[in-house]
């Protein structure tokens, strides 16, 4: 393999570890290990680093306004094209939490993709988006503009559940 493919798959795999040291340590939270739970916080943030070098190391950072048209693609991808079959797939199987999953995935990829446009517009145009609260979703990733909605549309869990991001 090439460095660059060397690349794409090391970062793929930090990616993934953070991901998934990071609810590692949920589990240690909840099973009253907290000190276990931050050595999975840590271990996590250190894949974030080894990742973001590796994306660097690949040229996967640009400019604003080129990650936005990349962030669209990537977005438009997964709801158009990946979940669809995904979804489907599940339904014959009869695996009812990959089902969920899917099609919480596949409805929020398109608002994000809506979302990434009006921000691309705004950059675009010579300016940023408006200062607003943002809200995800726990359950779903829903992701929403200055106040949690009553119920998510997309997954039907209350507010409460909505996180306010920084």
Request: charged share 25%; glycine share 6%; proline share 4%.
């Amino acid at each position: 393999m090439s460095t660059k493919e060397n690349l794409a798959e090391a970062f793929a795999g930090e990616s993934q570890a953070n991901r998934k040291y990071l609810a590692f340590a949920k589990q240690a939270e909840v099973d009253g290990l907290p000190q276990v739970a931050r050595l999975f916080r840590a271990a996590a943030h250190a894949e974030t680093v080894h990742a973001h070098a590796h994306l660097r190391a690949m040229g996967g950072i640009k400019k604003t306004a080129e990650n936005l048209q990349e962030a669209i693609a990537g977005e438009g991808f997964e709801f158009q094209t990946m979940y669809p079959p995904y979804l489907e797939e599940a339904k014959q199987e009869g695996d009812r939490m990959a089902e969920i999953s899917f099609r919480n995935a596949l409805a929020v990829e398109e608002i994000h993709h809506d979302l990434y446009q009006k921000a691309l517009a705004a950059v675009q145009s010579g300016g940023d988006l408006a200062s607003r609260q943002v809200y995800v979703c726990e359950i779903c990733g829903n992701t929403v503009y200055d106040a949690a909605p009553d119920k998510c549309p997309v997954c039907g869990v209350p507010k409460e559940r909505f996180t306010l991001i920084d």
